[in-house]
Structures are given as C-alpha cells and as structure tokens.
C-alpha cells in the first residue's frame, strides 16, 4: 500500500493523466488518424486507435494507483514513486511513460514523446 | 394522446402548423388541463380577439396576441409530444449504466446531442447541455479565459451583447483580464477594422453575438470566425436568437463556440446548450463542477424531458427552416410597410441589409415607449429587452446604436414568431396607428415640432 498522502496523489495522478490527455489530444490533431478519439471525465481516460485497439487508463484513489488496460500488453497497476518522481509497476520496474511511449509510437507508427516520465 | 386532440382543434393561418397554431393559442386561452374539452365556443374566442377595432377592453379569458418572439417563445406542441414520455414513464437518470431506466434515457439524450449538432453542422460530442444561454455564455466566457489565463489575458467582445456576456466580462475583469467592448456602428454591426486593431498577441477569445436581440441586427460572423482563426484566438458566439433561424454551419464560420437557448426556439425553458469545439480543441476550465458529466464541463444530471424537448426543437428549426424563415419574412414586411405607410416619424433601428426579419424594432417619434405599450393593451410587446426592464434606463443597445436617448426611450420591439398570423399583423398595424396618433395629439413636443420649433434649442428648466 503506497504511503503517499491522499492530497500528494491527487495532484500526481491528476496532473499525469491531464498531461497525457492533453498530449494525445495534439497528437490527434496533428495526425488525423482514423477513429482516433479520446475523451477524459471521472479520472478514466479513454484511447481509441481505432483498430489498433482501445487503451483505457485510470485513477484508482483507494490503492492510490494508475492502472491500465492495454489492447497489446494487458492490465497493469502503477505506484508512483517519490523518489524517481514517476510512476512505477512493481513487477517490471518499468515506468508508465515507457510503456506509453513504445506502445503508442508503435501503433501510430511514429515516434512520440508523451510528456509523462 | 395530446396530439390527437390538438388535430381535432381546428385550423389556423400557417399552412403546415396550422392546427399546432391554434394549439397553441388555445392552450394558452385555456390552461393546458382543459384542452380536451374544448370545442366549437373555443375555436371562436381564439378568432374573436383579432377584431380590428382599436378597442381596448380585454375579454375575460383571451391573452394578448403575442409578438415579443425575442423574449421567449410558445412550446411548440410537437415538441411537448416529444417531452411527454421522459415527464412520465421514462423518467430514468440518464446517467443509470445499471438499468434500463438509465439506458433509454441516455439513448434519448444522445439523440437530442444528434439533433442539435445537425442544426448546427458540429459533431454530437461537441454540445453539452446547460440551464440555459446564460449558462452557456458563463462558462464559454469565463471558461476558456480562465483556462488561459497565465498565457493570455485579453478578451474582446462588443458594446451590444447581452447582459450575461459584459457582465461575465466584468467579473473577469475584475479578475485581472483586460476586456474591449468595441462599439458599433449607427446600423448595429461592428466594424472589421476595429476588431482587428483590437486583436493582441494576448487575446484569449472574442465574443461577438449571432443576432442581436433587441434589434435584429446580424453580424458577419463568418469573417469574424476566418478573422480569429488566422490570429487562432478562440471564437464565441452567442447564437440564442440565431439557432434555428439563420442558417448556422460551425465549420464553415470558424466558430470555436455557441450559445443556444432553448426558449427562444419554441423548446423549453431552463434548458440550452453550449457547442465547445474539438478540432482544434478549445479548453475550458468549468464553473459547475461535480461527478464530471458532459465530458467534465458541465456536472450535474443531465434534465432528460429538457434536453428531448431542446433536441426536437432544433430537428423542427431544421426542417421548418425555409418556411418559417420565409413567414417571419413575409410577417415583417407586412408589419413594417403597413406602419410606415400609415404613420409618420417612424425609424426602424438597425441596418435593414444585415437584419432576421423577425425582430423588429421600432421608435415613434413624440411618443414615450412605456406608454404606446400601455395603449397597445391587446398586445404583447416590449420596450427594449426583457433582461434589462428592472431598471429604468433607456436600452444600452440604443443607446450603443448612437440614437438620442429621446428616440431610445420611444422603440418598441416586435417579435414575429412560427405562430403568428397575419390577421394578428394586421390588428397590431391599426392598433398602432391609432394609439400613436392619439398619443401625438396629446404631445407637447408634436405640437411644438408641428409649429415649425427645432427640438434641440428648447431650453429645458432644471428642476
């Protein structure tokens, strides 16, 4: 259970997911991919790449998590980690922005750099 | 049910909506718990109150014909028809993923969302719905200025715009952000130029309304739109008096955002809905916040009979667009010619080439306003706009026009609407003449202006 205080994890996970909507919103434009669509309300942000598959990633306040569902990789669950400042899955001790950024330049087909460590 | 009834109620002048007209009119004769007993005694009240004879005793049980359009509007009776199911068995949160209460009212909203965006040539998740245009001018103005606040700290907007734009821009002023009310010209329009030395590096959004609602006026709103694209500052409108009624297309006018009220498009009231773009995204920071419905920027259930109701409007606004279009057309002319031909002194205000039709606004010479309304007993009319009628000034927008607050304080503002008739055109014209004569020969300054004396060297005494 991580101990990061509910206010510290608030910002945190708030600040990573709007970050990214914002982010892959831009990319959106710029690219003009076929149903591509994304929307964030609730804390649940919503990745549509159209056949490439949909990415659902959220807030998990009482685990004071990210999780993910990826269409390539699966769930995973993220703590952030105060020290490195970024969100880590324990197992791997990959970050979340790694997986993104591979996955997504992956599926797009170009290099993307998303603003999330 | 209900509609079975009104097709029983005889018709009216409006070919297509005849037997809505007369609905309507009835309903409001009536009360609406009556409706299904009425009959033949009925149809002729309705009839009755359209006797031209300048008379000024008001039947017992007969309303005013009605001709401030701008104000509000009736409920068009196929859009109750529409309502009825969502006030009575489907009355599920929209909002429900668990049961089928909550789906077939979500489907129903998402429906609305489709009917509104094809009025407007956006995409359905482009509107969120709101209480009202008030509503949605709040959060569109405030919104996106507070969203890009530590970037940019300008708004434009004009000196004619609704009460809920300049005073949202006066709380952000207040806020820190600088605001230009750009003035307009003696027609009603602002002028491109103006806009253009107005525009900053730091300007946020400018916000110029669609048609005015006190003179009719309509703005260039598709240069407006390529004017602030190419600079990329965001774009409102405020098209409370314009949805439905001029053709409207949010891709092709560069619009970023839209106000739409619901009442004044013969929907209901305490509904409306604001059209926030996506491509390019316009952010905005929300001032109703909550369980983050509609996309985070609006919280709060969303009013399913409101939204139905709202949805079916702008579907009938679609598809009745030319033959209310070419009514109020019609309706005005019919208005105005038969005024001006009959009584002198009268001056339209607004530019005539850039006008909706219906709205028309007008100011007698020597004649008070207050009190050519109080004669017009039988009609329903007003003097200025509805937002403003507390205080006791003459109307900011006349005065904005540059017309002498004399000729401010004597405009009186018809409104023509779906459910006019010409019969009731022709009673307002005779009326009209009647009363601005009799209130003339009672006029000091008509008496004066009749002598051959200039108005203006008249020294008045302080008292």
């Known amino acids: 259970m991580s101990s990061l205080s509910d206010s510290v994890y608030y910002e945190k996970s708030s600040e990573a997911l709007e970050n990214l909507t914002e982010s892959l919103e831009d990319i959106g434009d710029q690219m003009e991919i076929d149903d591509y669509d994304i929307e964030y309300s609730s804390g649940v942000l919503t990745l549509k790449l159209g056949a490439k598959g949909t990415y659902v990633i959220n807030k998990q306040p009482p685990n004071k998590q990210i999780w993910i569902s990826s269409p390539v990789s699966g769930p995973e669950r993220y703590d952030y980690d105060l020290e490195r400042g970024a969100w880590f899955c324990r197992q791997k001790d990959e970050s979340l922005g790694t997986l993104l950024n591979r996955e997504i330049s992956e599926a797009l087909g170009a290099e993307v750099d998303l603003p999330i460590k | ?463």
Not at chain 2, 324 to 351: P, W
């Open chain 2, 1 to 463: 049910m209900f509609s079975r009834t009104l097709r029983t109620l005889g018709a009216r002048a409006a070919a297509s909506t005849s037997r809505i007209a007369t609905a309507a009119n009835l309903t409001r004769t009536q009360g609406l718990s009556t409706t299904t007993r009425l009959g033949a005694t009925a149809a002729e009240a309705v009839t009755n109150h359209n006797k031209p004879t300048g008379s000024t005793d008001l039947e017992k049980n007969t309303m005013p014909i009605y001709l401030d359009a701008q104000a509000t509007t009736p409920l068009d009776p196929r859009v109750l028809d529409a309502m009825m199911p969502y006030m009575t068995e489907s009355y599920g949160n929209p909002h429900s993923r668990t049961h089928k209460y909550g789906w077939e009212t979500e489907q129903a909203v998402d429906k609305a969302r489709e009917q509104i965006a094809s009025l407007i040539g956006a995409h359905p998740k482009e509107i969120i719905f709101t209480s009202g245009a008030t509503e949605a001018n709040n959060t569109a103005i405030k919104g996106v200025a507070r969203f890009y606040k530590g970037k940019k700290n300008h708004i434009i907007t004009a000196q004619t715009e609704h009460k809920c734009v300049l005073d949202s821009c006066r709380v952000l002023q207040e806020e820190g952000f600088e605001v230009t009310y750009l003035p307009v010209s003696k027609g009603g329009r602002i002028s491109l130029d103006d806009l253009k030395e107005a525009m900053r590096p730091t300007t946020a959004l400018v916000s110029i309304m669609t048609v005015n609602n006190e003179i009719g006026v309509v703005q260039d709103i598709a240069e407006i739109g390529r004017m602030c694209r190419e600079r990329r500052i965001f774009f409102h409108t405020d098209a409370a008096q314009a949805a439905g009624k001029i053709p409207l297309d949010v891709n092709a006018m560069n619009i970023d955002l839209m106000s739409i009220s619901g009442h004044k498009l013969y929907g209901p009231k305490g509904v409306g809905a604001l059209y926030v773009r996506r491509r390019p995204r316009v952010r905005l920071e929300p001032i109703i916040t909550g369980g983050g419905q509609e996309r985070g920027l609006r919280s709060g259930t969303v009013p399913s009979p409101l939204v139905v109701g709202l949805g079916a409007a702008a579907e009938l606004a679609a598809r009745e667009f030319e033959y209310d279009y070419a009514h109020v057309t019609k309706l005005a002319q019919r208005l105005i010619g038969g005024i001006q031909s009959r009584v002198t002194h009268v001056v339209r205000n607004g530019d005539p080439a850039h006008m909706y039709p219906g709205c028309v606004n007008l100011s007698f010479s020597f004649v008070e306003g207050e009190s050519l309304l109080m004669a017009l007993k039988n009609v329903a009319l007003s003097s200025g706009s509805a937002c403003t009628s507390a205080s006791l000034e003459p109307s900011y927008v006349l005065r904005a026009l540059g017309a002498e607050d004399d000729m401010a304080h004597s405009s009186i503002r018809f409104g023509l609407g779906r459910f006019t008739t010409e019969s009731e055109v022709d009673y307002v014209v005779d009326n009209v003449e009647a009363h601005v004569n009799r209130l003339r020969e009672m006029s000091p300054l008509w008496e004066m202006f009749q002598e051959g004396i200039d108005l203006k060297t008249i020294q008045w005494s302080q008292h």
